[in-house]
């Protein structure tokens, strides 16, 4: 069995992805203008973009958020200082808060009193960064989150530490993705911050969730730092500085008709980065690896140009496994054949943390370009 094991071709199990290192350094130094940036490790936890990140983090007051104890370790195999870390898992159990502080964490958030009271048994206000995480239907009311306090948590939690030992102390939120399609959410949410939360102590304000660095008015930031005379604006940063920075190329392992539908297999699927599909419907960037054109865009929706129908689903050999209904030129319906290798853009974000154990079998190899 080990010979035979020795012999397999494992190149056959290779997806492959395309890192842009200078993209990422360009994202980075955009929203740089804009804010401190903090990168959360759950968007892609890559160790390659992390050393890209590092340099550029230790240079000014910047960090990693960290949601978890598997975080913090894969920073401090990297020789993060923990001084560069944010965890900012609200619903994290008392003994993972603890061990956090106790390896040299001093920056955490919270949502509730009853965490900081719990949190106070062990840890030295004087010497802490705390964020307090706000609700956002606090403002949105008919957009549901679970996360966050309300206002009233909010003013006891910022009167307590406003008669605290604690000097270092703000406000965080999120823009979910049920807020996107608001508009001008962020000023709505800034300007709500400046109404409600001044002259309660708070020395900065971290937002997540935000939109590309050339939709965010740098103004918008000044006049909350001058309004709430704060020291800093942090920028949660994940999606939107890595996610155009890798895309995969992933390669057809059968084709076949069923009732006169043309179906292509990939190698890769939900199980192994196309889960956002079902978390929430998207519709991913890809191309097909013609011989003779190039890059040829593959379509969800038939148009009069690309109007030859197929199906595309994932190789995990689940009935569940699909990608999707796909349009292309007829032109091109010939190549959609065993081994036609297609392109996906833009996976930076999310896509490779949904690798799961089920395809645990697939080795990704990264190629920098």
Same mark, same amino acid.
């Given at each position: 069995?080990?010979?035979?094991?020795?012999?397999?071709?494992?190149?056959?199990?290779? &997806?492959?992805?395309?890192? $842009?290192?200078?993209?990422?350094?360009?994202?980075?130094?955009?929203?740089?203008?804009?804010?401190?940036?903090?990168?959360?490790?759950?968007?892609?936890?890559?160790?390659?973009?992390?050393?890209?990140?590092?340099?550029?983090? $230790?240079?000014?007051?910047?960090?990693?958020? &960290?949601?978890?104890?598997?975080?913090?370790?894969?920073?401090?195999?990297?020789?993060?200082?923990?001084?560069?870390?944010?965890?900012?898992?609200?619903?994290?159990?008392?003994?993972?808060?603890?061990?956090?502080?106790?390896?040299?964490?001093?920056?955490?958030?919270?949502?509730?009193?009853?965490?900081?009271?719990?949190?106070?048994?062990?840890?030295?206000?004087?010497?802490?960064?705390?964020?307090?995480?706000?609700?956002?239907?606090?403002?949105?009311?008919?957009?549901?989150?679970?996360?966050?306090?309300?206002?009233?948590?909010?003013?006891? &939690?910022?009167?307590?530490?406003? $008669?605290?030992?604690?000097?270092?102390?703000?406000?965080?939120?999120y823009i979910q993705n049920n807020l996107k399609k608001e508009n001008n959410i962020l000023e709505k949410l800034l300007k709500y911050i400046q109404e409600n939360y001044d002259n309660l102590g708070i020395s900065f304000v971290s937002i997540g969730g935000l939109e590309k660095s050339e939709k965010i008015k740098g103004e918008v930031i000044n006049d909350l730092k001058n309004k709430l005379k704060i020291n800093q604006?942090?920028?949660?940063?994940?999606?939107?500085?890595?996610?155009?920075?890798?895309?995969?190329?992933?390669?057809?392992?059968?084709?076949?008709?069923?009732?006169?539908?043309?179906?292509?297999?990939?190698?890769?699927?939900?199980?192994?980065?196309?889960?956002? &599909?079902?978390?929430?419907?998207?519709?991913?960037?890809?191309?097909?690896?013609?011989?003779?054109?190039?890059?040829?865009?593959?379509?969800?929706?038939?148009?009069?140009?690309?109007?030859?129908?197929?199906?595309?689903?994932?190789?995990?050999?689940?009935?569940?496994?699909?990608?999707?209904?796909?349009?292309?030129?007829?032109?091109?319906?010939?190549?959609?054949?065993?081994?036609?290798?297609?392109?996906?853009? $833009?996976?930076?974000?999310?896509?490779?943390?949904?690798?799961?154990?089920?395809?645990?079998?697939?080795?990704?190899?990264?190629?920098?370009?």
């Amino acid at each position: 069995m080990m010979k035979e094991k020795k012999m397999l071709n494992l190149e056959e199990n290779n &997806i492959y992805f395309y890192y $842009n290192k200078n993209k990422l350094i360009e994202n980075f130094n955009k929203f740089s203008k804009l804010g401190n940036i903090y990168y959360p490790l759950k968007t892609n936890s890559n160790e390659i973009l992390i050393k890209t990140l590092q340099p550029l983090i $230790n240079k000014e007051n910047n960090g990693f958020l &960290i949601s978890s104890i598997n975080h913090f370790e894969k920073l401090k195999k990297l020789e993060v200082d923990p001084l560069h870390m944010c965890f900012i898992n609200v619903l994290a159990e008392y003994e993972t808060v603890k061990y956090l502080y106790n390896s040299g964490v001093r920056f955490f958030s919270f949502d509730n009193l009853d965490s900081i009271i719990n949190f106070l048994k062990y840890a030295d206000l004087s010497k802490v960064k705390l964020a307090i995480r706000i609700s956002t239907m606090q403002l949105i009311k008919n957009k549901f989150t679970h996360l966050g306090a309300d206002f009233k948590e909010t003013l006891e &939690i910022l009167t307590f530490l406003q $008669n605290s030992k604690c000097k270092d102390y703000g406000i965080s939120f999120y823009i979910q993705n049920n807020l996107k399609k608001e508009n001008n959410i962020l000023e709505k949410l800034l300007k709500y911050i400046q109404e409600n939360y001044d002259n309660l102590g708070i020395s900065f304000v971290s937002i997540g969730g935000l939109e590309k660095s050339e939709k965010i008015k740098g103004e918008v930031i000044n006049d909350l730092k001058n309004k709430l005379k704060i020291n800093q604006v942090i920028l949660e940063v994940g999606k939107n500085l890595v996610e155009d920075t890798i895309e995969m190329e992933t390669r057809v392992i059968r084709d076949k008709m069923v009732n006169g539908k043309q179906i292509v297999i990939i190698k890769n699927g939900i199980y192994s980065g196309f889960f956002d &599909i079902l978390l929430y419907n998207k519709k991913f960037s890809i191309y097909l690896k013609s011989k003779y054109d190039g890059e040829i865009k593959v379509e969800y929706e038939k148009t009069e140009e690309n109007d030859f129908e197929f199906y595309m689903c994932g190789g995990s050999s689940d009935s569940g496994d699909k990608i999707g209904k796909m349009y292309i030129n007829p032109k091109y319906k010939d190549e959609l054949k065993k081994d036609a290798k297609f392109i996906v853009k $833009n996976v930076g974000a999310y896509f490779e943390e949904f690798f799961m154990p089920y395809s645990s079998d697939l080795k990704k190899v990264f190629i920098e370009v």
